[in-house]
């Protein structure tokens, strides 16, 4: 860590060495440049260039034209300038009304005539749209625009409100109103991976650790304490770590006058309409989702505590958004192995945040020095996960309590050339788990195969849910340290990132249902799977750091954007100590470090060019390459506890019916009711799965993005532009798992007829081969190596896009954001590893419909203070899936003897080519309309939102599991909605 320390320093003194270089805005501030001339187009020097705003609590920066005539003031808070600009022997120049935000350079040129310092030529027009200096791209949403707009506050509602943006399973998380809360929703644009996704506060990490990367949140944002929400959708700069998503919250401060916010929105079940339609009666639905509960609460306050010294910002926020899930009830005989629906309890999911206090402190400590502070203390939950899958009795709600944020930020403008900045970002969150209230710890979990549906209990189920008995307890320590060099021409920036993760599990029998899944067919036992417990741990990463320098050069209507970052990742488990459990051996384990220890270099390569030469026009190309983002994924993967085998099945016939597998299960061979474990080495403390040694040690092994850019931005009119953009994205560095103990001459092949049934192609019952079994002399050996797949054999991820959009301002506050994008993703994936059955499918192509998607949001101001707005979504269905549990009578003729796992065994086939069949597409209208009341300086606004206002019941999640059920929808869009909502502020 020492020669990282060094390195560190010596990068900074390198900096500061470099002559006249520096850097626009960031992704929390924004930036302001230009070019000085006189009357006959010559550039002029020394001018001197005042920014006001009441957005800086130091109210003026301060910046003087290079030799070429330019300027570059940076770190601006978002908000509304003024520019001046002076020199000697000319009048003074201002321009008025520029509009800044986040992450955006406005242009402001000035033409200054031969005159007395007395005369000042005041400009006042339409802020700048188009931005002809970054290569980012990006939306920014102001809070007025998303208390204007109908759609919800949380991330179904910002990708509502982003073209190109989505989840993965497209609309399987669609919102309507609110009624999807805040969920796991992780987020991916343009081919990125959605554990490369960002979520920032003022410019801190707020990604849990135990998600593997940058998905999770477990600290929220506050509404009533956000100024805007910036979200970088491509060409990333080199700050972020990632190419993915990156969605940075840039929170409100106080200023010299007081001023308050309340924002309160309302609905329940009684305001919701019927969309329920003979079709989805034909596919099983006999309710349609319900809204159970559904409100938001935020207000704030803020104002002066020392004017121009001391400015603080509350904020307060409460949320509850329950919905009941379709065709699930609760199991009136729960504790006993039969499902018994009770049709007077529908399921529900349910998550909240309540917020009651944070707080932002603006402190202007002198002259030149600035901090602020925020804090925030939640408690949150997502309750109910997994409740569009199986019985109430399966899900899991997952408690974060606490789940803190504190931030302090220092900001040092050392000259008008110079700039120092540092911040510490510290979040701590206890995440504990626990199932719903007539769940007994004695419940054995079940799963019926000819369904995929699990009651009963919900650890360990397939579901992917956490189980019950959990506590994880993670610490994320972030610090950022910057300085940039400001000349006009040029704008160089350099930084290190540190962030510190550490995360303890802990999983105990005295808090963990049975070890066990009960596996059934048609209601019969066949199978079952086994657990260990207790299995804690504890991981570290300590550092990921990352070193950044970068530079904005202008050269004429040309700038370049040049970026270089380093990324250094080191993980380590420390020593403890697992108590026996019910398979599982007592497990001392030593530190293991390195785990993993990566290094990375990635170049970020932009230029911009201003066509015409008046900042109307921009034509831009960039080339980057980003790290994946990591969490604790590999590091546990090293810890002795994990890297035994955890789990394994084995099939059982329940002879006697007495629903007890009458077997020894610690036997690793056949014994009694029961057929040999599928994991040999289950329950030992032989370690059984490891990472090749230039998987997790080297320089370039991690996972990695590649990304290509090319667009035209135009501003059509005052106020309005057009942007087209390309994509080209690619992933590389996979990974692959090779059991050792295996080749693919040790795989029997074997076809079978898929079902006749008339919504599959060509009605079924055709011949399905390219099926695979283990030879049963190889069942149950296991010896897994993770390794690089460059080592076998070549593997690609590659998608192309286009995106065509328009965003206007106009009016009193009008708004207009809209546009189609669209895109194709091909994965080739045909090397085969262990068995011959990953060259099924292994090609795949997502179409260009798939990923066709048209949104469009309006704000339109009305006479009598009316405002109507709206959003619109044109997105694609979701893919449908064939997954059929095949029994060894079906198998055993075509591969010539039994099943490995023994006569009781299942195999199981995908009866469909994948991205080949989807469900209609969704078409969704959401309208708001407000009434503004202006009493002084209060402004009351009441609102009514039709949510789904066509009430569409487009289907939006399918039981895929081949059978009785199959194609029965698990979800559909929520029925029209009616909401009432309620704004003051002054």
């Known amino acids: 860590m020492k020669h990282l320390r060094l390195l560190a320093f010596a990068s900074m003194v390198g900096v500061v060495c470099l002559p006249g270089r520096a850097l626009g805005q960031s992704s929390t501030t924004g930036a302001i440049a230009g070019t000085a001339r006189d009357a006959t187009g010559a550039v002029l020097p020394g001018v001197t260039v005042e920014a006001a705003s009441p957005a800086l609590i130091e109210k003026v920066r301060v910046a003087v034209t290079d030799s070429q005539g330019n300027y570059k003031i940076i770190d601006l808070r978002p908000g509304t300038y003024s520019v001046t600009f002076t020199l000697p022997g000319f009048s003074t120049f201002a321009r008025e009304g520029i509009l800044l935000s986040s992450g955006f350079t406005a242009t402001a040129n000035a033409e200054m005539a031969v005159g007395s310092l007395e005369e000042t030529v005041t400009v006042s027009g339409a802020s700048p749209v188009v931005d002809v200096q970054n290569v980012t791209k990006q939306v920014v949403l102001t809070r007025e625009v998303q208390d204007s707009l109908p759609a919800g506050k949380d991330i179904p509602g910002l990708i509502a409100l982003t073209l190109g ?58 509404p009533a304490a956000v100024e805007e929400t910036s979200i970088v959708t491509g060409a990333n700069s080199a700050e972020s770590e990632s190419l993915g998503v990156m969605i940075n919250i840039v929170p409100k401060d106080g200023g010299n006058t007081f001023a308050a916010y309340f924002n309160a929105n309302w609905t329940n079940g009684d305001l919701q309409g019927e969309n329920l339609t003979p079709e989805l009666e034909a596919r099983g639905i006999t309710a349609p989702p319900k809204v159970l509960a559904n409100y938001d609460v935020a207000g704030g306050f803020g104002g002066p505590i020392l004017k121009d010294k001391l400015w603080f910002r509350t904020g307060h926020y409460t949320m509850r958004a329950r919905t009941s899930a379709p065709g699930r009830f609760h199991n009136s005989t729960i504790g006993t192995f039969v499902y018994t629906p009770d049709f007077s309890r529908p399921g529900f999911q349910e998550s909240y945040v309540h917020d009651p206090f944070s707080l932002r402190l603006t402190w202007q400590a002198a002259e030149k020095h600035k901090l602020t502070f925020y804090h925030t203390d939640q408690s949150n939950c997502y309750c109910r996960l997994g409740a569009a899958a199986g019985a109430p009795d399966a899900t899991g709600n997952v408690r974060l309590n606490p789940a803190r944020l504190t931030q302090v930020t220092w900001t040092y403008p050392a000259t008008n050339r110079l700039l120092f900045s540092a911040t510490e970002g510290y979040m701590l969150v206890n995440q504990w788990t626990q199932g719903i209230e007539e769940l007994s710890l004695a419940n054995i ?33 972030h610090q950022k340290v910057t300085m940039a060099y400001v000349t006009g021409s040029h704008a160089f920036k350099v930084g290190v990132d540190h962030q510190r993760y550490i995360q303890t599990l802990t999983r105990l029998p005295e808090t ?41 050069w202008s050269m004429r209507r040309l700038t370049l954007n040049l970026g270089l970052r380093f990324d250094y990742l080191a993980g380590y488990t420390p020593d403890g100590y697992n108590e026996q459990g019910r398979f599982g051996p007592a497990l001392a384990h030593a530190r293991v470090d390195e785990a993993p220890k990566w290094t990375d270099l990635s170049p970020r390569i932009g230029a911009a060019y201003d066509l015409f030469g008046d900042g109307r026009t921009g034509v831009k190309a960039s080339i980057s390459r980003g790290v994946a983002l990591e969490g604790t994924d590999t590091t546990l ?36 009711e029961c057929g040999p474990m599928s994991n040999s080495r289950f329950g030992t403390a032989v370690i059984t799965s490891r990472f090749a040694d230039d998987v997790l040690r080297g320089f370039g092994v991690r996972g990695y993005t590649w990304q290509a850019s090319a667009g035209f931005q135009h501003e059509l009119r005052a106020g309005m532009s057009l942007n087209i953009d390309y994509f080209r994205t690619s992933h590389g560095n996979f990974r692959v798992t090779d059991n050792l103990l295996v080749t693919p001459a040790d795989y029997d092949p074997f076809c079978i007829a898929a079902p006749r049934d008339t919504r599959l192609p060509d009605g079924g019952g055709y011949q399905i081969c390219g099926l695979y079994d283990i030879k049963p002399a190889r069942f149950g050996q296991s010896n897994n190596l993770i390794a690089r797949q460059a080592n076998y054999g070549d593997r690609s991820e590659v998608f192309n896009g286009v995106d065509v959009a328009v965003h206007a301002r106009f009016g009193d506050g009008g708004f207009l954001r809209g546009g189609v994008s669209t895109g194709q993703t091909v994965i080739d994936n045909c090397t085969v590893i262990d068995s011959p059955q990953q060259s099924r499918f292994c090609k795949t192509t997502l179409p260009w419909s798939a990923q066709a998607q048209i949104k469009a949001s309006a704000i339109y101001p009305l006479r009598w203070g009316v405002q109507l707005s709206t959003t619109y979504q044109n997105l694609a269905g979701i893919p449908l899936q064939a997954n059929y549990v095949a029994r060894n009578p079906e198998i055993a003729p075509s591969l010539g003897r039994n099943l490995a796992a023994g006569a009781a065994g299942t195999a199981t086939v995908t009866l469909l080519e994948p991205n080949t069949m989807f469900e209609e597409r969704l078409n969704q209208v959401d309208v708001r309309f407000t009434k503004i009341f202006r009493l002084g300086r209060t402004r009351l606004k009441g609102s009514f939102d039709i949510y789904n206002m066509l009430n569409a019941s487009t289907v939006l999640g399918v039981n895929a599991a081949f059978g009785p059920q199959w194609l029965r929808p698990t979800r559909i869009l929520d029925a029209r909605l009616f909401k009432f909502g309620g704004q003051i502020d002054f």
């Open 165 to 222: 943006m989505s989840a993965p399973g497209g609309t399987a998380s669609q919102d309507v109103g609110g009624t999807q809360g805040i969920n796991w929703t992780p987020i991916n644009i343009h081919g990125s991976r959605t554990g490369d996704s960002l979520y920032l506060h003022d410019g801190t990490s707020l990604r849990s650790m135990n998600f593997g990367a940058g998905s999770g949140r477990k600290v929220f944002s506050n």
């Open 445 to 477: 979990p079940l799963f019926e195969l000819t369904t995929s549906f699990p009651y009963n209990s919900s650890f360990g189920s397939p579901l992917g849910v956490a189980s019950i008995g959990i506590d994880i307890f993670e610490i994320i320590d």
């Open 512 to 552: 963990s249902p049975p070890p066990f899944t009960y596996f059934l067919f048609n209601g019969v036992p066949i199978q079952l799977q086994q657990f260990l417990v207790p299995l804690s741990s504890e991981a570290r990463v300590k550092p990921n750091l990352g070193l950044y320098a970068q530079d904005q």
């Open 637 to 672: 993967a090293q810890h002795p506890a994990n890297r035994i085998q955890s789990s394994t099945t084995r099939t059982w016939v329940d002879a006697n019916g007495n629903w007890t597998p009458d077997c020894d299960l610690r036997s690793i061979t056949a014994s009694g």
